[in-house]
């Protein structure tokens, strides 16, 4: 079983950033430069729940080349992003059961985390070997099976009105796909975290002040 948990609770953001530092700051605890404050009561609620049913916890950081945002849209459009993970495993065993010394561990690993971040940084890769997954053709065959066996409907529909020959019929079904492509378009860009955003981590925030 697999349960993954984001235990900042929302998108970083400058503003959520700075009234996440003055959270930590009135708490006595360091400083956060590319994280937000770790909830921590999620974490250590789910860990007693799940303990004797999963083995590790796996920290993962995701980064991705020159600094890129990659969003939906811009994989649409074309755009290569490079991502570079770095995972680590912690067993079960060695996480303490005490709900504060578990909320202390947490606290520990983000600041270990905001450490490796500024690795890369500075240096363009994380620390240690790294290993290149080699490519796969059945991700690619998955794909095709896929789309070959959505867009079929579609494909046969867009065929029907070529072949009856009716012009006003063949300018209703472009219409119809300029339509849909922009409405696509629009709602994928107001997904991006700098044009919209829940406001979870302002207003949470300031209650712990």
């Known amino acids: 079983m697999w349960f993954l948990l984001y235990c900042e609770g929302t998108r970083f953001t400058e503003k959520k950033h700075q009234i996440s530092m003055q959270v930590a700051e009135s708490k006595g605890l360091p400083k956060l430069k590319h994280h937000l404050l770790p909830r921590t009561k999620g974490f250590t609620t789910t860990l007693a729940c799940l303990k004797g ?5 796996y920290d993962v950081t995701l980064n991705f080349k020159d600094k890129k945002n990659p ?3 811009g994989i649409i459009n074309g755009q290569k992003y490079r991502a570079d993970l770095s995972v680590r495993r912690f067993p079960v065993e060695d996480i303490p059961d005490d709900e504060k010394e578990c909320a202390d561990w947490l606290h520990k690993l983000y600041q270990e985390k905001d450490a490796l971040q500024e690795h890369y940084e500075k240096e363009g890769r994380f620390p240690g070997p790294t290993i290149i997954p080699p490519r796969r053709p059945w991700t690619l065959l998955n794909f095709l099976f ?3 066996l959505l867009l079929s409907p579609l494909i046969n529909f867009a065929w029907g ?3 009856s020959g009716s012009p006003l019929l063949i300018i209703g ?3 119809f796909i300029i339509v849909a ?3 696509v378009r629009r709602l994928i860009g107001v997904t ?3 044009k919209t955003g829940s406001s979870y981590g302002n207003q949470e925030a300031k209650k712990e002040n």
């Open 161 to 163: 009105v070529f072949i």
């Open 146 to 148: 896929w789309a070959t």
């Open 192 to 194: 991006e975290v700098k």
């Open 173 to 175: 079904f472009f219409l």
């Open 53 to 57: 049913t999963i083995t590790a916890v």
């Open 71 to 73: 969003t939906l849209l």
């Open 181 to 183: 492509s922009v409405a």
